[in-house]
């Protein structure tokens, strides 16, 4: 490969939440002396970005005044021609891309749109905990479409029951994942668009989060909501962000896409009333960085370094681990891991067995944080020897 995925980069002390914050309270524990911590709780990455984020980003730096500034044409010509080139995207303007300090701003900026406080609001459950945290504190209701796991353990949407939720709960707004989190589901063409129909048929606005959106594994596409048809286009606010794609969630470079004027409109209003939802003029060069050709390569060869992770994780779980339920994701970096046969044969609660992993340095997460039963998250994005360092002291220390 021309970029090196297989490096272990040293991040303790440099600003990483994922190491520095372990036994804070709220994050896994710190490890057992002996044992050195091998990160698979917060999602992102254990890689170093692509060269040209930083290049551009000094650059920049270099020039020493950092006054107040618009939005460059090459900022908005770099979207453009990523979603062109990556989604087969045609007709997006300037005009139809706005900014947002982060995925979740942009969530409440949509949903404060469409809702009163105290609405309901549907989203497919297990959940995303940033999307539930922020509508709780927000003040809005969530009510949960569960998934389910068909026959050949893929993730699916059940269509009657999100109906059903939104004609008994009066809903007019939805938060779409795709692809999603946490189960790694890269939703298909025809999904997307019996989803969009029910909410066409209901007056459904729908925020779609596709921050996933070029995370893909073994081939498998992506499919832009706004794309499956006019009406579709015209009710959804789309959330993107390089910083899950190059591993900038430091610097802060969210952008919503809206083709309905009104609103798009409204959206930005909402969005303005902080004084604060405002770009970084450095994170607008990191993201043309990102968005050049160097970065489509680097994230074809990242692509291809996250599948063989995946795989290699997958399969260890079906031969090692054969009472963890596991679904094999299409998208994204995580693998949500389902324990409950396991902690029921050794009467062991879940609590207890993020700890046999803390101990001896897997920094998992515990999946009821994103509505998950008896589930434990885990990140892949690390070097592969890490990811089998991390199989093996599970084997060896943990489900024994």
């Known amino acids: ?31 057992k002396d002996g044992f ?26 270099s020039h020493p005044a950092f006054g107040y500034f618009d939005p460059s044409e090459e900022y908005y010509e770099s979207i453009i021609r990523w979603h062109r ?43 995303y905990m940033g999307f539930t945290g922020s509508l709780k504190n ?32 009066n809903i007019h707004a939805a938060v779409f994942c795709s692809p999603h989190n946490p189960t790694g589901r890269v939703w298909k063409k025809w999904e997307i668009e019996k989803a969009m129909d029910i909410y066409r048929r209901h007056d459904v606005y729908v925020v779609s989060d596709e921050i996933w959106s070029d995370i893909l594994l073994g081939g498998h596409r992506h499919t832009p909501t706004q794309s499956v048809s006019e009406d579709a286009k015209n009710r959804t606010v789309a959330l993107y ?17 809206i083709y309905n004027k009104r609103l798009r409109d409204r959206v930005r209003k909402e969005a303005s009333l902080s004084h604060y939802n405002s770009m970084n003029v450095l994170s607008m060069y990191a993201l043309i960085g990102a968005y050049g050709e160097e970065g489509r390569e680097w994230v074809d060869e990242l692509c291809e370094t996250l599948t063989g992770n995946i795989k290699y994780a997958y399969g260890f779980i079906r031969e090692k681990f054969p009472l963890l339920g596991v679904s094999e994701p299409e998208g994204t970096y995580m693998l949500f891991v389902d324990c409950k046969r396991w902690l029921e044969e050794k009467n062991m609660t879940l609590d207890e067995l993020l700890v046999r992993g803390w101990d001896v340095g897997v920094a998992w997460q515990d999946g009821r944080q994103h509505g998950g039963d008896r589930h434990i998250r885990l990140n892949l994005a690390l070097p592969l020897s ?10 060896k220390y943990v489900f024994i």
């Open 85 to 127: 080139d990556r989604n087969g995207v045609s007709g997006l303007l300037p005009e139809h891309i706005g900014y947002d300090n982060s995925v979740l701003g942009g969530l409440m900026s949509a949903i404060g749109t469409f809702c009163s406080r105290g609405d309901n609001v549907i989203l497919n459950s297990p959940t």
């Open 138 to 169: 927000g003040g809005y209701n969530i009510v949960d479409s569960p998934l389910y796991l068909d026959s050949d353990g893929v993730w699916r949407m059940d269509f009657e029951d999100m109906e059903k939720k939104i004609e008994e709960n």
């Open 36 to 61: 050195d911590v091998i990160p698979m709780w917060v999602a992102d990455m254990n890689f170093p970005t692509v060269p040209t984020v930083c290049e551009a980003i000094i650059k920049r730096a």
């Open 1 to 31: 490969m021309k970029y090196d995925f297989t490096t272990v980069m040293e991040r303790k002390g440099m600003d990483a939440l994922a190491l520095d914050a372990l036994g804070s309270g709220w994050a896994p524990g710190k490890p």
């Open 241 to 257: 962000a390089p910083s899950k794609t190059f591993n900038l969630a430091g610097l802060v470079a969210s952008y919503n896409i």
């Open 386 to 395: 890490r990811v089998k360092e991390a199989f093996l002291r599970l084997q």
